[in-house]
């Protein structure tokens, strides 16, 4: 079985590249698809379409062009790892969280046991929740599994 997984959240560590690593080490048949990851070039991913007279419109408008990749690539995986990180607050990977489960898209998040009060909709929602990487590798060889 061949499956499409979304990486979904926190761009400060290498998560997304453990998880990948891990799956090709189990010989899973996956392809892994995310967000741009470049901070600078995500905030400035509508900067092309001219100048505005404030922040709140220049991030508006790249908030939109963002979102063409990312509604797109969330609609076409089979499974979205919502990733939660300690330095900063994802308020986009929970809106990501929250898009997923309005399409009834089943997610798994991924963060650390000191923040699950402040996440428990999101956490009630998803399908597991795992703290290491090998977790979540653990859960797509099963699912993948003959």
Same mark, same amino acid.
């Given at each position: 079985?061949?499956?499409?997984?979304?990486?979904?959240?926190?761009?400060?560590?290498?998560?997304?590249?453990?998880?990948?690593?891990?799956?090709?080490?189990?010989?899973?048949?996956?392809?892994?698809?995310?967000?741009?990851?470049?901070?600078? %070039?995500?905030?400035?991913?509508?900067?092309?379409?001219?100048?505005?007279?404030?922040?709140?419109?220049?991030?508006? $408008?790249? %908030? $939109?062009?963002?979102?063409?990749?990312? $509604?797109?690539?969330?609609?076409?995986?089979?499974?979205?790892?919502?990733?939660?990180?300690? $330095?900063?607050?994802q308020?986009? %990977?929970?809106?990501?969280?929250?898009?997923?489960?309005?399409?009834?898209?089943?997610?798994?998040?991924?963060?650390?046991?000191?923040?699950?009060?402040?996440?428990?909709?999101?956490?009630?929602?998803?399908l597991?929740w795992?703290?290491?990487?090998?977790?979540v590798?653990?859960i797509?060889?099963?699912?993948?599994?003959?």
């Amino acid at each position: 079985m061949a499956f499409t997984v979304y990486l979904s959240g926190e761009i400060h560590t290498n998560w997304r590249e453990e998880i990948k690593r891990g799956a090709a080490a189990k010989g899973l048949n996956i392809t892994f698809t995310s967000a741009v990851t470049d901070h600078d %070039a995500s905030d400035a991913a509508g900067d092309h379409l001219g100048p505005e007279s404030s922040s709140f419109w220049r991030d508006h $408008k790249s %908030a $939109k062009v963002n979102a063409i990749r990312t $509604k797109t690539l969330i609609e076409q995986s089979d499974l979205v790892v919502v990733r939660f990180g300690d $330095k900063y607050k994802q308020w986009n %990977a929970a809106f990501d969280a929250g898009y997923c489960a309005a399409l009834g898209k089943p997610y798994v998040t991924l963060h650390a046991e000191d923040i699950i009060h402040p996440l428990k909709e999101v956490d009630a929602a998803a399908l597991a929740w795992a703290t290491t990487t090998e977790q979540v590798v653990d859960i797509l060889a099963y699912v993948l599994r003959d």
